[in-house]
């Protein structure tokens, strides 16, 4: 009886031996099984079947031809990358963060399941507000101090300019105008002294009705832009008087007065206009000196004013 049990333990041995071969692989089987299938929100339809979607990182070879349960996917090749669950037939390029001039470096490497990430390279910023940037920007520089650092995102903000120097210019500005003003007012002071001068040397120092010879250069002045306010002290008859000692022909004067019939103004003006052409440059001094000679010494002061400032202030 003890030799039959004995013989018997060889037996029982394999036999234990393929129950748990047989358990063990019957749990590997429901495992790969289990791992083979996914969830139907997980899924995408091909032909009437809920493929499961290939895993991020990866691309699909196959479609499933079981439903919840996953075709032939393959790993990503070096520089691509899908990020999400999918059922692409290939991978997404990798972004390259190196392309030139546009101010770019890589922040995170690019893997499989991942694009890479870049960023700004240092004193450069991004103006765009998408998540992604594609070209960075010089940070501005600031003369007057930084009121707000560069970031990522944002250029720099300078400081105001200094007020001081705000306050200087303006206080500059306004002592160079105050003494514009004063120098502008001492230059038309002297010039109206100077002419007060004039007259007064006009008026003191004639002499037989004759001016010397230093007052009658002061009054060598363009006589033609004066020409109306001169014939209107002048009048018709004088003027035709200066003509004729002028040398004037007759015929020139009568045509004057012949041209304009009862306007004795405007034939005067036209008289003088004619004499002053005559005269050239020492019309001035001559109108002066015939007024003077013939005894009109109020008119010869009228027009010595007239051509002293632009007008008569003088009584007839």
């Not at 691509?80 to 490497?109: G, V």
């Not at 303006?170 to 007060?196: E, K, N, S």
Request: net charge neutral; charged share 25%.
């Amino acid at each position: 009886m003890m030799a039959a049990d004995s013989n018997m333990t060889p037996a029982r041995f394999f036999v234990l031996l393929y129950l748990v071969s047989v358990a063990f692989s019957s749990a590997s089987s429901q495992t790969e099984e289990k791992e083979s299938q996914c969830n139907l929100e997980d899924t995408y339809k091909h032909d009437g079947r809920d493929c499961c979607l290939c895993s991020a990182g990866q691309y699909l070879v196959e479609h499933c031809i079981t439903s919840l349960h996953f075709g032939k996917c393959k790993h990503c090749d070096s520089g691509t990358y899908n990020s999400h669950l999918n059922y692409q037939m290939s991978c997404e390029p990798c972004t390259s963060c190196s392309h030139p001039n546009e101010n770019l470096e890589e922040e995170e490497a690019c893997t499989p399941a991942r694009d890479a990430k870049c960023r700004c390279k240092r004193d450069h910023y991004c103006s765009s507000n998408k998540e992604t940037c594609r070209l960075c920007h010089p940070c501005k520089k600031c003369a007057d101090g930084i009121k707000e650092a560069c970031t990522a995102t944002n250029n720099t903000v300078c400081n105001d300019k200094i007020e001081g120097g705000n306050i200087i210019g303006i206080l500059a500005g306004t002592f160079a105008l105050i003494v514009f003003i004063i120098l502008a007012g001492v230059a038309v002071y002297i010039w109206r002294r100077r002419q007060l001068r004039i007259r007064q040397n006009a008026t003191d120092h004639q002499t037989n009705g004759n001016a010397t010879d230093v007052e009658m250069q002061l009054l060598r002045v363009d006589i033609q832009p004066h020409l109306p306010d001169i014939a209107e002290v002048i009048g018709w008859k004088d003027m035709r008087d200066i003509a004729m000692r002028s040398g004037i022909p007759s015929t020139t004067i009568d045509s004057c007065r012949l041209n304009y019939p009862g306007d004795c103004q405007e034939q005067t003006l036209q008289l003088l206009r004619t004499w002053e052409e005559s005269q050239g440059k020492k019309a001035s001094m001559n109108l002066i000196q015939n007024l003077q000679n013939s005894g009109k010494k109020g008119k010869a002061e009228r027009v010595i004013n007239i051509l002293s400032h632009g007008r008569s202030n003088l009584p007839a």
